[in-house]
Structure formats: C-alpha cells, structure tokens
C-alpha cells in the first residue's frame, strides 16, 4: 500500500503525461485548419478533436483528485489506505482504456460527452472510491468545497448519461450537464485547492472564492441554452457576471504572493468566464456559440482549474510557468481574434465556411504556434514533475 501523499504525487504524474499528450491531440487539431491538411484522410477531424476534448477532462479529473489527495495527507496525515490504493489502481486502468479507445476511434460523438457510457460509469465507481477514501478532508472548509465540488461533476457525469426523448431534450441535457461540470464543479473543486494553499500563505482565507465563482457560474453554464431558444440573461446581467469574475479572482489574490501557477488558473478562469457570461446573452450568444468562441471558453476553464489543481504541487522551477502562459496567452489571443473575424464573416455577412477559413489561415498559424509553446511548457513541466516526483 501507498501513502496518501504518495497516491497523490503518481496521480500528478498522470495529469501532466495526460497533459502533454492533450497538447499533441490539440496541435493535430489545430492543423486540420490549415488549407493543405496532410492527414486529412488517415486521421478525421472529429477523431482528433474527441481525443483532445477527453484527454483534457481525464487531466482535469487526475488533478483534482490529486489535489483532494493532498489535502487528505495534510489533514489527516500521510496515511496509508487500501481503499484508495484500489482506487488508484483502477483510475490508472480507466486512463489506459480511455486513451486506447480515442486511440482506435471509439469515442462518443457527443461534444465533451465523447467517452463511451461504460467508461464513464468506471470514472463515476471510482471517483466514488476515492470520495469515500477521503472523507476525512470534511475536517476542513477548503476540504468540504473540494468534496462537493467532485460529487457534484459526477452527478453531471451520471446525469449525461439518461436517454433523451428526442434531440432537442438531448440537447438541452448535454448544455446543463457540461455547463455545470465546467463552469461550477470543477471551478468549486480546483477553487477550493487554491484557497487551501492560500490559507498558508496568510492567515484569513475564506470561500469567498469557491462560493462566488459557483454563483458567477451558473450563468456562463446554460448560456449555450440561447442558441436553441433558450434566453438566459441580459447584456447588462451578462456585463456584471463578467465583472464578478474578475472581482472574486483579484480579491483571492489580493495580500498573498501566491504562486504563479495559481495566478495563471485564476486569470484563465476569469477570462473563460467573461467569454461565457457574454455569450449568455441572446443579442450577443446567437452570434457566437457554436464558433471557435465557444471552444476558447472551454480550453480556458479547463486549463484553468488544471492550473488551480496544479498549485498544490507544481514543478520545480519558474520556466515551464513562463513557457506556459505564453503560449495559452498567444494562442488565447489568436484563437480569440480568429473567433471575432469568424463571427462577423460567417454570421453577420454570412459568407461561406470554406471562403471564412481561407481568411482565417494566418491566424491559425499563430494560434498553432502558440499551441507549439504551451505543448513545450507543458513538457518542460511534466518531466520536471515526474524527476522530483
């Protein structure tokens, strides 16, 4: 049997090997853009894109359960348990069995939904395990937001799973059901890790953080829900959501010299959740979901709280960080415009899809190049991991 904190520096392990393996699948995806496509036939899209999309979420569930994990071990001791030990060892079975099956092609076709059904009630049995294993970190505020946060992304998880009646109902089930994953149980989760380190590094520290952003959240989760009919806000609702998030973010750093892999999550959280609170409303979400908008809002949370879950351990060294946020930022930045341009070419002046993505070739390449340098920071930072780990 392992230790606690053992568990939790193999689960980091995986995160980042999962991390790095994302920024291949990303890359891949970002060159299917490009006007001459060398693996066009041999390797589709949507193969591609399934495979980045579950890579990023089993790094996100790796992390935070990492993170739990640490808080456990600093709670209640570096204690060793067979539950979790189990549990660990199925989690490293699943991650196997997910990457092989994206590697052959067996993906859902569901967007952010593309694991099959019966991996996914894998993830929600053992995730429960180390729910279990881990109760002991209730003995904590950061540690009680941590556990809800987990149990309420496996409820979504389990709630992507009843059949719809028709596609419409389909639809609206997947939007609630990855908005709330995204926008507010995982940013519960990876908050309450931020506040946790926080509380060593001065000595007030509340929920200020996890609670405002669940709030903020709620919105950015059903904007999508404009696109078929749904209206979910105002421009001035959206407006002041957007403020919120940048509010709860500066306010949880302001006093602390926290470290900059947390300052890096929490400015992409912020900026994700501007982007969704805006689309939220229908002036503005019937224009832009469903464009490179809104895959830029789900990269950014995603990262995000990888970042957050990535604080609790981060690699040793400042130049992974560095190497890091400049490619999220130029890519960030190249996606964004691409995004923009995309919106009034293809929505407002309705030109076609092919004539849209002849003009937005060199604003891929910059967004591959950025992708190029996250890939590398985030390999300078799994192998620094993996040598001190």
């Given amino acids: 049997m392992m230790t606690t904190r053992q568990l939790a520096n193999r689960l980091f392990a995986q995160m980042t090997i999962l991390l790095v393996l994302y920024a291949a699948a990303a890359l891949l995806t970002a060159v299917k853009f490009l006007p001459a496509d060398p693996l066009a036939v041999s390797l589709p899209y949507h193969q591609i894109a399934g495979a980045r999309n579950v890579l ?49 092609g067996l993906l859902e076709g569901r967007y952010l939904l593309e694991l099959p059904p019966v991996l996914d009630l894998v993830l929600i049995v053992l995730a429960v395990v180390v729910l279990i294993g881990t109760i002991g970190v209730a003995r904590t505020a950061a540690g009680r937001a941590w556990w809800i946060g987990i149990l309420l992304a496996l409820v979504c998880v389990a709630a992507s799973l009843i059949p719809a009646a028709t596609p ?53 989760a059903i904007s999508p829900l404009s ?17 919120a998030y940048v509010f ?28 969704g609170a805006v689309q939220a409303a229908p002036q503005i979400g019937n224009y832009i979901t469903g464009t490179g908008l ?26 992974a960080l560095a190497w890091v946020a400049t490619g999220t930022l130029v890519a960030g930045l190249a996606a964004l415009l691409a995004g923009v341009v995309q919106v009034y070419l ?29 890939a590398v920071g985030l390999g300078w930072a799994a192998l620094r991991g993996l040598g001190t780990g």
């Avoid at 302001?254 to 900026?271: D, H």
């Avoid at 895959?295 to 060294?317: H, K, R």
């Fill in 248 to 275: 709860f973010a500066v306010i949880a750093l302001r006093g602390a010299r926290a470290p900059g892999w947390m300052v890096l999550g929490l400015a992409m959280i912020a900026a994700g959740g501007v982007l």
């Fill in 168 to 220: 419409a109902q389909d639809r609206v089930l997947r939007v609630v059901t990855v908005g709330v994953r995204y926008h507010i149980a995982y940013v519960i989760a990876g908050a309450a890790l931020a506040i946790a380190l926080l509380s060593k590094l001065r000595p007030k520290s509340t929920l200020a953080l996890p609670a405002g952003l669940a709030v903020a959240g709620v919105l950015p």
């Fill in 56 to 104: 990023l979420d089993l790094a996100l569930w790796t992390g935070l359960l990492a993170g739990g994990l640490t808080l456990l071990s600093e709670a209640a001791g570096s204690s060793r348990s067979s539950l979790l030990t189990w549990g660990y060892r199925g989690w490293t079975l699943l991650l196997a069995l997910s990457v092989l099956t994206a590697l052959l």
């Fill in 346 to 374: 293809e929505r407002v002046l309705t030109v076609g899809f092919l004539d849209t993505q002849t003009v937005l070739a060199p604003l891929f390449v910059v967004w591959i190049a950025g992708l190029a340098v996250l």
């Fill in 294 to 319: 809104s895959e830029l809002m789900i990269f950014l949370m995603a990262l995000g709280v990888i970042m957050l879950a990535w604080s609790a351990s981060p690699p040793a060294g400042s130049a």
């Fill in 227 to 243: 696109a078929v009919g749904e209206g979910t806000s105002g421009v001035l609702l959206s407006l002041v959501v957007a403020a």
